[in-house]
């Protein structure tokens, strides 16, 4: 459970009105590889999200983990959650708040800047809701990674960064922040489930055929289905994006 938190943090929380039980669902399961080339950016995701219960998986669906809006492509590792007890619901979205605010700024930098600084805010919003028990995993994954975006623009140019949400100690004060990320070692950017890639990628023989680059993206991810195929599965999405274009090598509609 603690490395499914640390991967992907999206969460179901039910308050009874008693207030004596508590339940919560912890959905993740993810695989993102982010190439980049001379002239064009590659992004490639599974299709898998999977609900875990008290330590049992519940549930799974297939969705398009890739998002276009805008000239902005981006993927969400951890996405979605509501709280709700006998008075509210609160609905937390990361994708709907990145959408909406890409929509408000409609450039690069403010989006990706106000993307996690909104989601960040949410989270410290939610966080009185949490049950206890739910409080202390996630204190036991101090500075990890709780949610993982990772953004890309095609407009007049190829910009890209990448941010993660993660929680704190600060001052006393448990909050999530969001820190930017450094990217592209040796071309290659992931996020989610990725140790079997890198047994790939980080060989000093591994190179990516140019003629073949979509071929190579699913077979990596499909190390990680392999690897983790009740949490990373479904088909690979694969979309090539270059100075004001897109083509989509495989887009399923679920």
């Known amino acids: 459970m603690k490395y499914l938190l640390l991967i992907s943090f999206i969460l179901l929380i039910t308050k009874q009105m008693s207030g004596q039980n508590k339940e ?21 995701a599974d299709s898998r999200e999977t609900s875990v219960e008290n330590k049992k998986i519940v549930g799974a669906r297939l969705h398009l983990k890739i998002i276009v809006c805008n000239n902005i492509f981006f993927t969400v590792t951890g996405s979605w959650g509501t709280i709700r007890d006998d008075k509210k619901v609160v609905r937390f979205d990361a994708k709907k708040i990145i959408i909406n605010t890409i929509d408000k700024y409609k450039n690069f930098d403010s989006s990706f800047d106000n993307s ?35 953004m890309v623009c095609n407009d007049r140019g190829l910009f890209y960064k990448a941010f993660d949400i993660g929680l704190v100690l600060n001052n006393g004060v448990y909050e999530f922040v969001s820190i930017a990320k450094p990217l592209f070692v040796n071309n290659i950017y992931m996020t989610g489930f990725s140790k079997e890639i890198h047994k790939v990628i980080d060989s000093p023989d591994f190179a990516f055929d140019i003629e073949r680059i979509k071929e190579t993206l699913v077979e990596l991810i499909e190390l990680e289905v392999k690897a983790n195929p009740d949490k990373v599965g479904g088909t690979v999405d694969v979309v090539n994006i270059y100075k004001n274009g897109y083509k989509w090598l495989t887009k399923n509609v679920y």
Do not use: H
Not at 25 to 44: E, F, N, Q, R, Y
Not at 119 to 129: F, G, H, P, Q, Y
């Open 24 to 44: 919560y669902i912890i959905i993740g399961g993810t695989t993102t590889v982010t190439l980049l080339t001379k002239d064009s950016i590659w992004m490639a």
């Open 116 to 150: 996690g600084k909104t989601i960040s805010e949410e989270l410290n919003a939610l966080w009185k809701d949490m049950p206890d028990d739910l409080k202390e995993e996630l204190k036991g994954n101090l500075n990890g990674k709780l949610v993982e975006v990772m």
